[in-house]
Each structure stands twice: as structure tokens, then as C-alpha cells.
């Protein structure tokens, strides 16, 4: 069975850290690309940051570029999103992602995991 189990959802204050952790398993997770999304109310799903199945690329979205950390774990199957300089605009649910970028039918999602950041 698959599943993607977020946490370390929370509330801080605007300038705050906080660090997202994914558990992945179920599948191949080495060969996967993880990446994380973001849904604020009111607005579509978005990319926050991606990284590839070696951890040799990653990619961000420009809004949280320099504050927000992507990383991996193949060994422990952990996906962890590290961030900083937290703004009231990040405000979301933030889900975990995984992509097989060999085959386009196998992507999985987590439940959500809720940020919520204050001014």
C-alpha cells in the first residue's frame, strides 16, 4: 500500500522556521522524484520545491527561493522540506509529492500537513 505521511505541521510567527517531513512507502521510493505542493485557500495547487530521484537536482519555486531547503533520505525514505524567513503568504497545506519519472501514471500524494504563518 502506498502512502506519503506528512508532518510537522504548525503555527509560527511571520520570520519563523519550520521543517516538513514526508515518510514515504509502498513503493520504489529511490527511483521517484519527491517534490512538495502547496494549496492556500482560494487558490490552485503549486509547486514549492522539487528534487530528483539522485539528489542531484532540485528546483524551486521563485516566491520561496533562498528560504525553503528540499532534501532526501533514500535510505530512511524521508522527504523533508526545511523553512525559513516564513511569511504570512505561505500560509498553506502543504503536501508531499511523488513522481516516477518513468512512467507518468505512478504519482502519489500525502493527506496534507497545515502551515499557518502570522503577522
Known amino acids: 500500500q502506498v502512502q506519503l505521511v506528512e508532518s510537522g505541521e504548525g503555527l509560527v510567527q511571520s520570520g519563523g522556521s519550520l521543517r516538513l517531513s514526508c515518510a514515504a512507502s509502498g513503493f520504489a521510493f529511490t527511483i521517484y522524484a519527491m517534490s512538495w505542493y502547496r494549496q492556500a485557500p482560494g487558490k490552485e495547487r503549486e509547486l514549492v520545491a522539487g528534487?530528483?530521484?539522485?539528489?542531484?537536482?532540485?528546483n524551486y519555486a521563485d516566491s520561496v527561493t533562498g528560504r525553503f531547503t528540499i532534501s532526501r533520505d533514500n535510505v530512511k525514505r524521508m522527504v523533508y522540506l526545511q523553512m525559513h524567513s516564513l511569511k504570512p503568504a505561505d500560509t498553506a497545506v502543504y503536501y508531499c509529492?511523488?513522481?516516477?519519472?518513468?512512467?507518468?501514471?505512478?504519482?502519489?500524494w500525502g493527506q496534507g500537513t497545515q502551515v499557518t504563518v502570522s503577522s
Open positions: 528534487i530528483s530521484s539522485g539528489r542531484i537536482r532540485t
Open positions: 509529492n511523488a513522481h516516477n519519472p518513468y512512467d507518468a501514471h505512478n504519482t502519489y
